[in-house]
């Protein structure tokens, strides 16, 4: 079993930024692939950004790319979100995930086994 506990998140006015973090509590955090969804009021959850195990290989959605950068710290058994440019619409609770994943960069909802609580990010316009 797999605890992610999210931080950072907060009230941000348009075009400021962020810095989300997720820590993870297993020692074999290196094996995992993980993910940053959002889910907004009313909304599904959808995946902003994910990260394979190593580090190596990024995702990102659209509506986020060239503006929000995952990446790690294995050491630390660390995941990070760093926003920039934030736009109201960028409103949502957001939420780490993790799976473990030798190759790749998982984009489904599905393929990830933990969850953590989320944090609130709110942009105001």
């Known amino acids: 079993q797999v605890q992610l506990v999210e931080s950072g998140g907060g009230l941000v006015q348009a075009g400021g930024s962020l810095r989300l973090s997720c820590a993870a509590s297993t020692r074999a955090f290196s094996t995992y692939a993980m993910g940053w969804f959002r889910q907004a009021p009313g909304k599904e959850r959808e995946l902003v950004a994910a990260?394979?195990?190593?580090?190596?290989?990024?995702y990102y959605a659209d509506s986020v790319k060239g503006r929000f950068t995952i990446s790690r710290d294995n050491a630390k058994n660390t995941v990070y979100l760093q926003t920039s440019t934030q736009k109201p619409e960028d409103t949502a609770v957001y939420y780490c995930?993790?799976?473990?994943?030798?190759?790749?960069?998982?984009?489904?909802?599905?393929?990830?086994?933990?969850w953590g609580q989320g944090t609130q990010v709110t942009v105001s316009s």
């Open positions: 990260i394979s195990r190593s580090g190596g290989s990024t």
């Open positions: 995930a993790a799976v473990k994943r030798l190759f790749g960069v998982p984009s489904r909802r599905d393929e990830y086994d933990y």
